[in-house]
């Protein structure tokens, strides 16, 4: 296979024969996997790689998955989420060892960006974080942690990817399933996310359809403008 041209960030390489450096299973349902690829190109934090696979026959399935690296990571690191009767995040869980190879292609994606200067909130539901923690990533890396603010919703710690990366930060965490700390078990409530919001002029708002349904209603009745909200979102695909 031939390797595509180096590109710089924001623009789409072709499919590259990426090796894996590195596997293991941090949080309960996911699969990390940092991957070494022969050209790669900066990426900016948010984009996100898609992951073909090739059986004997001929057969290719891909998906899309968001890169939890920070841009300048020399590997791309993929957290991926089991789903039920997912052909590719069943085999990348169950089948892929060190020094593996498989196809992908990227880094994807413009609009759902962040550069590191506006002040921002990222606001994720479950694997929704991957994207959010490139830019935490970013944030930390290049000094500019108070321009980034992140409230993340999952059932419990137990199923969420980053959980200790996130708290360790700063990270709002509301877990509906079970207490944290003094917390009781509850989606956030409005008047713990409008603080967060003051200085901020851009919203990322990333998880499964019913998610960013709730997250965007709620930073709408805070007034925050509809026009300053990105997002992104997924369905039950494998």
Known sequence: MTAATPSVAGD?????????????????????????????????????????????????????????????????????????????????????????????????????????????????????????????????????????RVVVVAKSLAVLPYADELRASGAFVALTRENLGSRVAAPPYPDEVAPLLDGVEAAYVCGSVGFVGYATRLLQEQAFPADAIRVEQFGETG
């Open 12 to 148: 789409v390489t072709g499919w590259q024969l990426a090796t894996v450096r590195t596997v293991d299973h941090p949080t309960q349902g996911f699969v990390r996997l940092r991957l070494e690829l022969p050209e790669p190109a900066s990426h900016r934090a948010g984009q996100h790689y898609v992951v073909r696979l090739r059986a004997e026959d001929g057969y290719t399935a891909q998906r899309s998955y968001s890169t939890a690296s920070a841009p300048g990571d020399r590997l791309v690191e993929l957290m991926v989420e089991r789903m039920d009767d997912g052909e590719v995040s069943g085999f990348l869980h169950d089948d892929v060892r060190v020094g593996d190879t498989f196809e992908v292609r990227g880094p994807i994606g413009r609009w759902f960006t962040w550069d590191g200067s506006t002040p921002a909130l990222a606001f994720a539901g479950g694997s929704g974080v991957v994207p959010m923690v490139s830019m935490l990533r970013h944030a930390i890396g290049t000094g500019a942690a108070e321009a980034l």
